[in-house]
C-alpha cells in the first residue's frame, strides 16, 4: 500500500510537471509594417526574442500599414504592440493630425529602437537639387496611409510647397525608387531606416543623389518640429557622391497603457538584454541605442521604466 502512495504521488508529480510545461503561452501581436520595409522584419527579430527570453510569452509579427497606423490598432486592441515613432505617437496621444477621429489615445513607449530617415532622392544629373526644386514634378511619396506622407508634408512646408505643388504617386517604397531607376517619376521618398532596400535595389541600376537640404534647412526643420533629429548617411551606403545629411526621427515600441507591468517588463528585458543577439539577427537593430529610451516624447509604460531605471 506504501509503494501504491508513492506511486500515485509520483504520478501526481509527473502530471502537474507536465501540464506546466505544456500550459499554453499568451501570444501577442506585433503591428509592424508591410514586408517590404524596415519594420517588419525589426518585428521578426523582436518576435524571436520576446519567445525565447519572456517565460509564458511568445509574439507574432503582424503585416499593418505602418507606422499611421498602428497607434490605432494597438489603441483598439487589434494589435499589444507595435512599431511607431516619436512624431506619430506624440499626435496620437493629443488626438490631433491623423487621429482627431479617434479622439486622444493613452498610448505609452516600451522603448527606442533605429531612426526612420526621410530618404529623399533623385537620379545623378536631374535638375532637382532642393526641396523648392520639386514644384511641378512627379514624386513618387510612399503608400497612401503610411508615414512618410505628413513628414514629407511637413518638409515641402518649409520650402513653401504643399502636395499640391507636386504631381504625387502613392507607391510602396519598392515601386517608387524602380519608377525613380526607370524614369518614370523624377523624385523619390520613403521614410525608412537605412539601409533601404528599395533605395539599394534602384542605386544598383542607376547612380542616384540626395535632393539636399541646408544646414539652415535643417536647423529651420529642427526648431519647427522638436521629435525631429538630423541623421547623415555616409556616401558608401548608396554610392552617392556625398553623404546625405536628412531629416530622421526615432522609432519606438509602443503599447497601451492598460498593459500589466510585469508583462511590459518581461517584453522589454527579452529585447534589451539581448542587442547581441538582435543585433545578429537584424542590421537596423545596429542602429538602435537603448539609453534613447529614456528620451523619448511620450512616457514609458511604467514596466519598461522600471527595467530601465534599475
Known amino acids: ?15 502537474a510537471t507536465l501540464a506546466a510545461t505544456t500550459a499554453v503561452a499568451e501570444e501577442l501581436r506585433i503591428g509592424t509594417a508591410s514586408q517590404g520595409g524596415a519594420f517588419y522584419p525589426v518585428g521578426q527579430a523582436i518576435s524571436t526574442l520576446v519567445g525565447a527570453h519572456a517565460d509564458g510569452l511568445t509574439m507574432v509579427p503582424v503585416v499593418t500599414q505602418g507606422s499611421v497606423q498602428n497607434p490605432r490598432l494597438v489603441n483598439n486592441g487589434e494589435v499589444d504592440i507595435a512599431i511607431t515613432n516619436n512624431n506619430l505617437s506624440v499626435l496620437a496621444n493629443k ?6 477621429k479617434a479622439g486622444a489615445m493613452n ?17 545623378d ?3 532637382i537639387n532642393s526641396v523648392a526644386d520639386l514644384k511641378g514634378k512627379r ?5 497612401a496611409g503610411g508615414g512618410t506622407i505628413p513628414f514629407m508634408t511637413q518638409v515641402l512646408g518649409l520650402a513653401g510647397l504643399t502636395v499640391d505643388d507636386i504631381t504625387p504617386s502613392f507607391l510602396s517604397y519598392s515601386d517608387g525608387f524602380s519608377q525613380l531607376a526607370d524614369g518614370n517619376v523624377d523624385a523619390a521618398f520613403a521614410l525608412s531606416g537605412y539601409p533601404a532596400g528599395a533605395v539599394m535595389q534602384a542605386q544598383a541600376n542607376k547612380k542616384l543623389k540626395y535632393i539636399a537640404l541646408s544646414e539652415a534647412d535643417i536647423e529651420a526643420a529642427l526648431a519647427k518640429y522638436p521629435n525631429y533629429n538630423k541623421v547623415v548617411i555616409p556616401a558608401d551606403v548608396y554610392n552617392t557622391d ?5 531629416l530622421g526621427v526615432n522609432n519606438m515600441l509602443i503599447v497601451d497603457a492598460s498593459m500589466s507591468d510585469a508583462v511590459a517588463m518581461a517584453i522589454t528585458a527579452a529585447i534589451y538584454d539581448h542587442m547581441d543577439e538582435f543585433r545578429a539577427e ?3 537593430a545596429r542602429q538602435i541605442d537603448p539609453a534613447r529610451s529614456l528620451d523619448l516624447k511620450i512616457p514609458l509604460h511604467p514596466g519598461a521604466a522600471a527595467y530601465f531605471n534599475k
Open 1 to 15: 500500500m506504501k509503494h501504491f502512495w508513492k506511486c500515485l504521488r509520483g504520478a501526481a508529480i509527473g502530471a
Open 95 to 100: 488626438g490631433v493630425g491623423p487621429y482627431k
Open 107 to 123: 498610448l505609452r513607449a516600451i522603448g527606442s529602437l533605429h531612426f526612420s530617415v526621410l530618404h529623399m532622392m533623385t537620379l
Open 125 to 127: 544629373g536631374s535638375d
Open 139 to 143: 514624386v513618387a511619396v510612399g503608400p
Open 242 to 246: 556625398t553623404d546625405g545629411a536628412l
Open 282 to 284: 537584424n542590421a537596423h
